[in-house]
C-alpha cells in the first residue's frame, strides 16, 4: 500500500522533526536519506544525520553539484569531521563511510 503523507511545520526544522516524528511512529529505527543536496543540508543542519556514504566513481564528468546545501559550513573550519571513517572497494568504486560522532556518543 503506498501512504501520501503531507509534511506539516512552517520551518526547515520543524518539517524535518515531523517526518523524523512519522517514521518512528510506523517503527521505522533506522533510513536512508536519498535526496539532493537541499534535503541533504537540511537533515544536516538538525543534527539528524548519524553515518555519511559517498561513493567515488573514477570518471571525469566536468563541473560537479554540491552534495550539500547548507549555510552552515562556510568555512573549512566549520567543516563536518568524520569519525570511524572504513572504505571498501567495489569493482572500480570506492565507498567510504564515516559517522558524525564517535562510536561510544551515538
Not at 25 to 39: F, K, R
Not at 92 to 103: N, P
Amino acid at each position: 500500500d503506498l501512504n501520501i503523507i503531507i509534511i506539516e511545520g512552517t520551518s526547515d526544522s520543524e518539517q524535518v522533526e515531523f517526518i523524523l516524528k512519522k517514521l518512528k511512529d510506523i517503527g521505522v529505527m533506522s533510513a536512508i536519506l536519498e535526496g539532493g543536496a537541499t534535503v541533504t543540508g537540511l537533515f544536516l543542519m538538525a543534527g539528524e544525520i548519524d553515518q555519511f556514504l559517498y561513493t567515488i566513481s573514477p570518471k571525469v564528468a566536468g563541473n560537479g553539484i554540491n552534495s550539500i546545501n547548507s549555510n552552515c559550513y562556510n568555512k573549512v573550519s566549520d567543516w563536518q569531521n568524520l569519525h570511524d571513517i572504513t572504505s571498501l572497494q567495489i569493482k572500480d568504486d570506492i565507498l567510504f563511510s564515516g559517522y558524525s560522532r564517535k562510536y561510544d556518543t551515538i
